[in-house]
Every structure is written in C-alpha cells, then in structure tokens.
C-alpha cells in the first residue's frame, strides 16, 4: 500500500522558519522525483519545490527561491522541504508528491496534506 505521510506544519510568525517531512512507503523511493506543492483557499495547486530521484538537482518557482530549500535521503524513504523566512501568502495546504515516469504512462502519487499558516 503506497503512503505518503507530510508532517511538520504548523502555526508560525511571518519571517519564521518550519521544516515539513513527508515519509514514503509501499513503492521504490529512490526511484522517484519528489516534490512539494502547495494549495491556498480559493487557488489552484502549484508545485513550490522539486528534486529528482538521485537529489542532484532541484527547482524552485520565482515566489519561493532563495527561501525554501528541498531535499531528501534515500535511505529513510523522505523528503523534506525546508522553508524560512516566510510570508502571509505562504499559508497553504502543503502536498507531497511523487512521480515516476514509464512511458507511456506515470505513476504519481500524493500525500494528504499538511496545513501550514503564517500569521501574527
């Protein structure tokens, strides 16, 4: 059975950091580019973080570069997403994902979601 389970959400102040985790099982992790998307009320899901399967590169959207960082160890079937300096408009819904090409299909994946709110 495929799970992906995000924890690390939370209430935090503007300008806070918080770390998410999303631990996998039931499929070859390794074998998968990770990443995280995120889904404010009244807005369509956008992916904020992506790493491929070996980890050796990464992407980031403009709205979130240079705050979040997204990572993850093989070994321990997670990925994490780390996230400082963080605004009002951060406040989200924050998804897992996993996805694996096989052409001509994909496997995906997702989590159920960690709720994460910046607020004073």
């Known amino acids: 059975q495929v799970q992906l389970v995000e924890s690390g959400g939370g209430l935090v102040q503007p300008g806070g950091s918080l770390r998410l985790s999303c631990a996998a099982s039931?499929?070859?992790?390794?074998?998968?580019?990770m990443s995280w998307y995120r889904q404010a009320p009244g807005k369509e899901r956008e992916a904020v973080a992506s790493?491929?399967?070996?980890?050796?590169?990464?992407n980031y959207p403009d709205s979130v570069k240079g705050r979040f960082t997204i990572s993850r160890d093989n070994a321990k079937n997670t990925v994490y997403l780390q996230m400082n300096s963080l605004k009002p408009e951060d406040t989200a819904v924050y998804y897992c994902?996993?996805?694996?090409?096989?052409?001509?299909?994909?496997?995906?994946?997702w989590g159920q979601g960690t709720q994460v709110t910046v607020s004073s």
């Open positions: 994902n996993a996805k694996r090409f096989d052409i001509p299909r994909v496997r995906e994946y």
């Open positions: 039931g499929f070859t992790f390794s074998e998968y580019r």
């Open positions: 790493i491929t399967s070996s980890g050796g590169s990464t």
